[in-house]
Every structure is written in structure tokens, then in C-alpha cells.
């Protein structure tokens, strides 16, 4: 199971928000090439880089940043989120050297969507499902949709996307630990790799994600312990691979 670090931007700069409320945030950095840098050297095999702004303009905003940091570590997949909302954004990050795109918003509301950006793109597109109480949240997590996160999910798997995010909205930057219940429900649902997101906030969780990963649980994206401290990130790395 890979431990991603999270990387997201607003307005250039390394936050971290709670319960994905764009005026709830701290400032973890000013130089999100220093963070990228950081994690890089403790050992990170993937980064997971939120575009915060895009998520809420509907297009990419901080896209100059994460062309700085895919040039400075081309071997290192990173997968991207935040404003993408059609093929031509996709294919300018592909090129940029991003390996994997992430949709959120725009796979709810355009379903047809990710098929077609899957048969065009195969191998590079995550969809990211954000939510509260088993529903879907859209729009920055700013409003829930009526869609069930397992039915969406088995459909978004018979498109053909590479993986599926999972982010208990309720939980995240909160510290209080993921929602394994609800992760491992998806995971069995599905086929296709999930990535655990939301909550974690020391090695216990580490820990406690690792004793279901069988289930399809292939990685867990963190953010606000490893700025603040609570978790390592080469402890965490390693305890996942000592786990298998």
C-alpha cells in the first residue's frame, strides 16, 4: 500500500483545509516545490497535488506550479486534481508529464464524460469520490448530490478508470482517523484500486488501513499529519511494505 502526501494549492501556496471549506485553511508553505522536495526525500513513490482554486473556477489554476514540480521529479508518478474539466486540460497535464488525472466534479455531473476521456486517455484517469452519509459531494464539496457513492463507483469501473479516491468528507483534515467501515464496503464493491483519503492522522490509522488492504486498498493519500507532525512519512511507507 503506497502513503501519498498531499500537495494543495491555493493561491500558490501549501494548504490544508478542514472538511474541504476553502475559508478554513492553514498555510503550511509558500514554496510548493520545497514541499514537493520534502516528501521526495522521505521517501514518497507517488504525490497526490490538489489544485484548490481550479476546484472551484472550474478550470486550473495553479497548473504553472505543478509543471515545476513533474519537471523537477520526472520519475516520480504524481496524480492531479482540481478544474479538470475537459480533454484538452487532461492532454496538457498528460504532456506535462502528470501520470494520472484525477476528476471529480465533472464525472458526476457528465458521466459520459469519463468514458470517453478513459477510451482516450487509458491507464490515466483516477475519479475522486468525495463523501457524506454515502452520497456523493460535488463543487468543491460544497454541495451533495443525490448519487450513491458504491452505485457511481461500479460504473465509473465498468468506463475503465484506472482508480477511485475515497474521501470521507466529514473526516478530512480533521485528524480523527479514516473511515475504514465505509472504505472497505466500497473497496469489496468494486475491482478496480481504491486510494483511502480523509482522517488519517498517526500510524494507527497506517496500521488499521494495512489489516484490509487485501480488500483492494492500494494506497492512502495524507496530508495534514505529515505537516503537522503526527505521522512520518518514511515510518509510514515502511510499515505499509512490512505489512504485505
Given at each position: 500500500?503506497?502513503?501519498?502526501?498531499?500537495?494543495?494549492?491555493?493561491?500558490?501556496?501549501?494548504?490544508?483545509?478542514?472538511?474541504?471549506?476553502?475559508?478554513?485553511?492553514?498555510?503550511?508553505?509558500?514554496?510548493?516545490?520545497?514541499?514537493?522536495?520534502?516528501?521526495?526525500?522521505?521517501?514518497?513513490?507517488?504525490?497526490?497535488?490538489?489544485?484548490?482554486?481550479?476546484?472551484?473556477?472550474?478550470?486550473?489554476?495553479?497548473?504553472?506550479?505543478?509543471?515545476?514540480?513533474?519537471?523537477?521529479?520526472?520519475?516520480?508518478?504524481?496524480?492531479?486534481?482540481g478544474g479538470i474539466r475537459d480533454d484538452d486540460t487532461i492532454q496538457t497535464y498528460l504532456d506535462a508529464g502528470?501520470?494520472?488525472?484525477?476528476?471529480?466534479?465533472?464525472?458526476?455531473?457528465?458521466?459520459?464524460?469519463?468514458?470517453?476521456?478513459?477510451?482516450?486517455?487509458?491507464?490515466?484517469?483516477?475519479?475522486?469520490?468525495?463523501?457524506?452519509?454515502?452520497?456523493?459531494?460535488?463543487?468543491?464539496?460544497?454541495?451533495?448530490?443525490?448519487?450513491?457513492?458504491?452505485?457511481?463507483?461500479?460504473?465509473?469501473?465498468?468506463?475503465?478508470?484506472?482508480?477511485?479516491?475515497?474521501?470521507?468528507?466529514?473526516?478530512?483534515?480533521?485528524?480523527?482517523?479514516?473511515?475504514?467501515?465505509?472504505?472497505?464496503?466500497?473497496?469489496?464493491?468494486?475491482?478496480?484500486?481504491?486510494?483511502?483519503?480523509?482522517?488519517?492522522?498517526?500510524?494507527?490509522?497506517?496500521?488499521?488501513?494495512?489489516?484490509?488492504?487485501?480488500?483492494?486498498?492500494?494506497?492512502?493519500?495524507?496530508?495534514?499529519?505529515?505537516?503537522?507532525?503526527?505521522l512520518d512519512l518514511a515510518a509510514a511507507q515502511k510499515l505499509a511494505d512490512e505489512s504485505v
Amino acid at each position: 500500500m503506497l502513503v501519498i502526501p498531499a500537495i494543495d494549492l491555493k493561491d500558490g501556496k501549501c494548504v490544508r483545509l478542514r472538511q474541504g471549506r476553502m475559508e478554513d485553511d492553514t498555510v503550511f508553505s509558500d514554496d510548493p516545490l520545497a514541499v514537493a522536495e520534502r516528501w521526495v526525500q522521505a521517501g514518497a513513490r507517488r504525490l497526490h497535488i490538489v489544485d484548490l482554486n481550479g476546484a472551484f473556477a472550474g478550470k486550473p489554476v495553479n497548473a504553472a506550479i505543478i509543471r515545476e514540480i513533474v519537471r523537477a521529479y520526472p520519475d516520480l508518478p504524481v496524480q492531479v486534481g482540481g478544474g479538470i474539466r475537459d480533454d484538452d486540460t487532461i492532454q496538457t497535464y498528460l504532456d506535462a508529464g502528470v501520470r494520472y488525472v484525477i476528476l471529480g466534479t465533472k464525472a458526476i455531473n457528465t458521466p459520459h464524460f469519463v468514458g470517453d476521456v478513459c477510451r482516450e486517455f487509458p491507464g490515466h484517469i483516477i475519479v475522486g469520490l468525495d463523501a457524506k452519509n454515502g452520497k456523493v459531494a460535488i463543487d468543491g464539496w460544497s454541495k451533495l448530490s443525490h448519487h450513491d457513492v458504491i452505485d457511481i463507483a461500479q460504473r465509473f469501473e465498468k468506463d475503465g478508470v484506472e482508480a477511485i479516491i475515497y474521501t470521507d468528507i466529514s473526516r478530512d483534515g480533521m485528524m480523527g482517523g479514516v473511515n475504514i467501515e465505509a472504505t472497505v464496503a466500497l473497496a469489496r464493491a468494486v475491482s478496480i484500486p481504491i486510494i483511502a483519503s480523509g482522517g488519517i492522522s498517526s500510524l494507527e490509522d497506517i496500521t488499521a488501513l494495512c489489516a484490509v488492504a487485501d480488500e483492494g486498498i492500494t494506497g492512502v493519500i495524507t496530508g495534514r499529519a505529515l505537516y503537522e507532525g503526527t505521522l512520518d512519512l518514511a515510518a509510514a511507507q515502511k510499515l505499509a511494505d512490512e505489512s504485505v
